[in-house]
């Protein structure tokens, strides 16, 4: 369903979130035929990376990208399998901004929206395959 979704728009390369935004957003990739960059938790990426800092709902945590996997002016898709306050999209957003990339939009099997995490997205804009209230 994601992929029918966005196939078709202007996506450059998909990055995912660990855990189960990988899983999500590898097959995206591969679907679109485009690069997938993954978004890890600090210290799994060999090599170079960049980072952001961001707050759940209750810790703080941090999440890598190796430097130069987002090129300046590239189109990226961000996917997590679950949109709850929205830190840690924020946070990929942030990411994908300080690498020189424009996040084109975020994709999610799952939001909460009663903890409005939407919101912290701006105007980019969310697909979600389901919405779950009362939480």
Known sequence: MMAEHYRGQDVDCVAGFEARGLIFGAPLALALKVPFVPLRKPGKLPGETISAEYVTEYSTDKIEMHTGAVKAGQKVLLVDDLIATGGTLGAG???????????MGATCVVELPDLKGRAKLGNIPLYVLVQKEGL
Not at 93 to 103: K, M, N, S
């Open 93 to 103: 957003i942030e990411l994908i901004q300080t690498a020189g990339g424009a996040v």
